[in-house]
């Protein structure tokens, strides 16, 4: 069972395998900023064609298909899904 405090989380975020942006992981990495810390902006959604609606990182600016989201808690990063 997980032990999640009750309170606000930072998002972060790590590029998938997947994306076209992958590569981007290692910029991150470098600065140790990884996963690198991320927000959501709805709208991004509704006024960009590509749906880029998650902020922060490298590119600054990522599709949600382009990442997976997590919070940090006690040392241990949790993934959204």
Not at 49 to 64: A, F, M
């Amino acid at each position: 069972m997980m032990n999640i405090t009750h309170q606000p989380h930072q998002l972060y975020a790590k590029i998938k395998r997947s994306s076209k942006y992958y590569g981007q992981n290692s910029y991150a990495k470098q600065y140790s900023e990884f996963p690198f810390p991320v927000k959501i902006e709805p709208m991004w959604i509704r006024d960009k064609i590509d749906g880029g609606c998650v902020r922060g990182g490298p590119g600054g600016n990522y599709r949600l298909s382009d990442v997976n989201l997590f919070i940090k808690e006690n040392g241990k990063e949790f993934r959204i899904k």
